[in-house]
């Protein structure tokens, strides 16, 4: 018996050691195999990854994770993501019996190396904004890397001093294609009497020139930097502490049986986004379809009807949360003082400044 | 000892019926985590996280303008063990194929029954990131959680996407800042990236007897004068006098209390600042815990560090009620120097905290790796 076991030993050790030196390990872009090795039937009792790890890190890392498959007659296994650019995998294959271990280098595909991404625009668009501005809207060309934006972002005095302390850290606000950031400059310093506006005042202050600064080295979402730095100079302004008042703006009507545009004239730069969405047009046929327009340093609003306009009553449905650069929302400041007992709250959540088209005289 | 002297009201203005959510809450039974339906958790980002009952665990998507109630299935007791993890951000980045600095860690929780650490994070920076979620159990053993195949369920907070594909895509989004478990309700705060709005949202859990929770405006007043809506950043339940509060911080600085049991359909709830811990600085995460017969509340912060808040006597600051009167108290702090680049602040047992430190970065920059994870003994 002893005799036997010997033997089949033996020809087991030859064996590997034949299998050994054809073994070697393959990287297809989805998967690793390992070629020239014949895996049993069942895995063995610490699963396939006990013999065979992928690893992407170096030092004390867990390999990667993914799922282990006997395809015709060869071990594969396929991450659970997709390989990355710029990223060395490093296959290890160690099978009893199969000396020394097997071992190979993969790298990910190469990084793209032409940059195309910049910042497209700034709102508010105007060269001066109130001392008591609340919040920037960053559009980029191209979706951007998260993370990075308060080390990218700065504000430089008239010396080009970058400025501490001037936006709400700690918070980026994108939209889902990580192409508009919102930046918040610190409410602590803009609300009257907090602890922050008495030791460092507001973030920015009537008449003093500054430069928003948006680096140009700041990865877009492939990692590549953009194509130049971004800057925008502007002048600090009176603080604007008076809430907005539908009743003091301008509708100007366009005719019935044209698609002219019905223009509202604001008196005041408002929040470029909520005029996206926070002004409707509702006439004799219910809400009208068209297109916005947002003009004159946002102090604009422009309606183009989808169909021509039809004589008859129109309003012009406000949302009550529409914000001018301050944060002053329709009939309610941004901080309101309780002392001032004209201030009028306002609690609904619309609305409304009623006009006419008027059909004109046919040429 | 540095402590500041303030006291300013806050005014929580109840906007739509809350009478049940707060007050029946107690004698509710939670779901058991098995009810829970498996399938794909539908998760686009996985940020703010909280335990609820039974191993369940809301993990906050800001992206996809939802709360995911996760099943762990992780529900052996423990008994408390030291978590130390160096290079937590290397280590996941290995598990997921990418480098370290395209891992962004966004929130840390501990399971209470089992003592094991869960993280959420992004493998990646682009708007394409994929969602984590890993445990990290007493050996330092890392879990990938199966986020395309777990039990689970979802509540949206957003309106319904365009059914469109080609529609244009509505680029507002409600950050959510923080997550909390309260008497049976999911309470989220968050941020718009549009309007300047204080939504505190309360969910009831399970999420399938009720739809999006009843939502909360919250005010700020300074100094009994200038009243502005504030939303707040990061909160965590307390219990001062045998009163349950929320310990919330505001964007824009102070630290306030607000009494829970008063939150009444209708009502205008008064609560009070406790603490100002100074300009420039934002409270990240706190642990509110009990040493040598004394409260306290550890805070990590921004910019200003960790700070230990003495508590013991949170409940006599009241609510103001006029309008002319001036700040005149706040619960005094320490610093607590040893602690440096701590980026998030969990409870672990009675006697330690979860911290999550980055070697580098601080004040205002992003936090760079590599970055740990540890149990400390709290101070």
């Known amino acids: ?363 | 000892m540095q402590y500041r002297k303030m006291m300013t009201q806050v005014t929580l203005v109840v906007g739509v019926a809350l009478a049940a959510v707060f007050t029946v809450q107690a004698a509710r039974t939670p779901a058991a985590a098995g009810d829970l339906a498996g399938g794909s958790s539908g998760l686009k980002s996985a940020g703010a996280l909280a335990f609820g009952p039974d191993g369940v665990l809301f993990v906050g998507d800001s992206v996809g303008g939802a709360i995911a109630a996760l099943d762990t299935a992780d529900r052996t007791p423990a008994a408390s063990a030291k978590i130390d993890v160096q290079g937590i951000d290397e280590k996941v980045a290995a598990m997921v194929g990418v480098v370290a600095s395209d891992i962004l860690i966004n929130d840390v929780a501990v399971n209470p029954i089992s003592k094991n650490v869960y993280v959420s994070a992004a493998r990646g920076r682009g708007p394409d990131a994929a969602p984590l979620v890993v445990r990290v159990d007493a050996s330092g053993k890392l879990t990938l959680l199966p986020l395309d195949n777990i039990k689970h369920e979802t509540v949206s907070l957003s309106d319904a996407p365009d059914p469109n594909p080609a529609a244009r895509q509505n680029p507002r989004t409600q950050t959510i800042t923080d997550m909390a478990f309260v008497n049976g309700n999911v309470m989220v705060a968050g941020m718009s990236n549009e309007e300047w709005s204080s939504a505190l949202r309360s969910i009831p859990y399970p999420f399938k007897t009720a739809a999006r929770g009843t939502q909360l405006q919250i005010w700020h007043a300074s100094h009994g004068r200038y009243e502005t809506q504030s939303p707040v950043r990061t909160f965590v339940p307390y219990t001062i006098d045998g009163q349950q509060y929320v310990l919330a911080a505001y964007t824009c600085t102070p630290l306030v209390k607000i009494p829970v049991s008063d939150l009444k359909a209708g009502a205008q709830v008064k609560g009070v600042t406790i603490s100002d811990l100074g300009s420039g600085n934002q409270p990240l995460d706190m642990v509110p815990y009990k040493k040598d017969g004394h409260e306290f509340i550890l805070i990590a912060n921004s910019s200003f560090g960790v700070v230990k808040l003495h508590a013991d006597n949170l409940g006599q600051y009241k609510p103001i009620d006029s309008p002319t009167v001036v700040d005149v108290a706040g619960a005094p702090y320490d610093k607590i120097t040893a602690l440096t680049g701590v980026r998030h602040l969990a409870q672990f047992d009675a006697g330690s905290a979860l911290i999550l430190t980055a070697a580098g970065g601080g004040g205002f920059g992003p936090a760079v790796g590599p970055m740990s994870l540890r149990t400390i003994a709290l101070p």
């Open chain 1, 1 to 363: 018996m002893k005799h036997r076991l010997t033997c089949i030993a033996v020809v087991l050790v030859l064996g590997t050691t034949a299998i050994a030196q054809s073994v070697s390990l393959q990287f297809d872009g989805t998967a690793f195999k390992v070629l020239g090795w014949t895996p049993a039937a069942s895995p063995p009792s610490g699963g396939w990854s006990s013999i065979f790890r992928v690893y992407a890190g170096t030092g004390d890392v867990p390999p990667l994770i993914g799922t282990y498959a006997v395809e015709q007659q060869s071990l594969v296994f396929r991450p659970r993501y997709p390989i990355a650019a710029g990223v060395r995998y490093r296959a290890v294959f160690d099978a009893p019996g199969v000396r020394p271990p097997v071992e190979k280098s993969f790298d990910g595909p190469a990084r793209s190396t032409t940059a195309s991404t910049h910042v497209d625009r700034v709102y508010p668009s105007a060269g001066v904004l109130p001392g008591n501005q609340l919040r920037l809207y960053i559009y980029f060309s191209a979706p951007m890397s998260r993370g990075e934006a308060e080390r990218r972002i700065h504000l430089l005095d008239a010396g080009g001093k970058t400025l501490p302390g001037i936006f709400l850290p700690g918070q980026e606000l994108w939209d889902p294609n990580n192409r508009r950031l919102t930046m918040t400059f610190d409410p602590g310093r803009i609300k009257r009497d907090l602890t922050s506006n008495r030791s460092m005042g507001p973030p920015i202050v009537d008449g003093r020139r500054y430069t928003l600064v948006i680096d140009g080295d700041w990865p877009d979402a492939t990692g590549l930097p953009m194509t130049g730095t971004f800057r925008k100079v502007f002048r600090g302004g009176p603080a604007v502490r008076e809430p907005p008042d539908p009743k003091s703006w301008k509708v100007a009507a366009p005719a019935a049986n044209s698609r002219d545009a019905l223009v509202v004239s604001f008196g005041r730069p408002m929040n470029y986004a909520l005029l996206q969405r926070m002004l409707k047009v509702s006439g004799p046929r219910g809400e009208v379809a068209g297109a916005i327009g947002v003009e004159r340093e946002e102090s604009e609003w422009r309606f183009t009807p989808g169909s021509p306009w039809a004589a008859g009553q129109y309003k012009l449905i406000i949302d009550t949360s529409l914000e001018d650069l301050a944060g002053n929302k329709i009939g309610q400041p941004f901080d309101i003082d309780v002392f001032d007992r004209v201030t009028e709250r306002i609690t609904t959540t619309a609305t409304s400044v009623v006009f006419e088209i008027r059909s004109t005289a046919k040429p």
